[in-house]
């Protein structure tokens, strides 16, 4: 299976506080997705990075990409209590499918 | 938001039973999805579609079957429903594959008891 795995599976930090977790996955990706999981609702996509970047930004969060590795890692920035929430990261390769891993439940207190 | 609705939202069947849980997209997407969610599995892929009548398997499709008949519809049935077919099922769309964005319905939160 592709499917990627995070970690931690569970993290819980002070409001302000950097936040980081980890995905690895086990076969070449075009792609690699973070979404992100409010209780109870549907995935929400974060941000998108492709096998030939790096680094990208958006906002608060910072993703990396290390290929040889197989891994990436989301990076969110003086969290907020509302980045309370399940994150997944997703990776595709040549075919159609879109393999999720196992998640991080992120717990930021005020 | 894309407007990707599922039906029903919640529903409780008894094993053996068939059931059929309803994606409806207006995003005018190709590509659509059915996931399973369950607690220390994260997503898996059931089936996917990359058009109308053009499905595929996914990592769990065992105990599955899909159509897609119209663009807008992608129907995904449990012949007969077992306890271990208990989870939160997922709709997803998106405009092309993969490798861009897709969104994600509200979740339909089956029990087979």
């Known amino acids: 299976s592709q499917q990627g795995e995070e970690d931690p599976q569970a993290l819980s930090i002070q409001e302000g506080e950097n936040a980081t977790m980890n995905c690895s996955y086990k076969t070449s990706i075009n792609n690699l997705q973070w979404y992100r999981q409010n209780s109870g609702r549907g995935l929400v996509h974060l941000i998108l990075?492709?096998?030939?970047?790096r680094e990208k930004h958006s906002g608060r969060l910072r993703v990396t990409l290390d290929t040889s590795k197989k891994s990436s890692s989301l990076l969110i920035t003086a969290s907020r209590a509302a980045d309370t929430a399940s994150y997944f990261c997703?990776?595709?390769?040549?075919?159609?499918?879109?393999?999720f891993g196992t998640g991080t439940r992120l717990q930021v207190f005020p | 938001d894309a407007g990707i609705t599922q039906s029903p939202r919640h529903k409780v069947t008894e094993t053996g039973t068939p059931v059929t849980l309803r994606c409806h997209q207006t995003e005018n997407h190709r590509y659509m999805y059915w996931y399973r969610q369950d607690p220390g599995h994260g997503l898996r892929l059931i089936h996917y579609?990359?058009?109308?009548?053009?499905?595929d398997k996914g990592e769990v499709s065992d105990g599955y079957s899909v159509s897609r008949s119209k663009t807008e519809d992608f129907l995904l049935t449990l012949e007969s429903a077992t306890s271990s077919q208990t989870s939160v099922y997922f709709c997803?769309?998106?405009?092309?594959?993969?490798?861009?964005?897709?969104?994600f319905g509200e979740g339909s939160w089956l029990t087979v008891v």
């Open positions: 579609s990359y058009g109308v009548k053009d499905t």
């Open positions: 990075i492709r096998s030939n970047e």
């Open positions: 997803a769309s998106g405009i092309q594959g993969p490798g861009n964005t897709i969104y």
């Open positions: 997703a990776t595709d390769d040549n075919t159609d499918k879109l393999i």
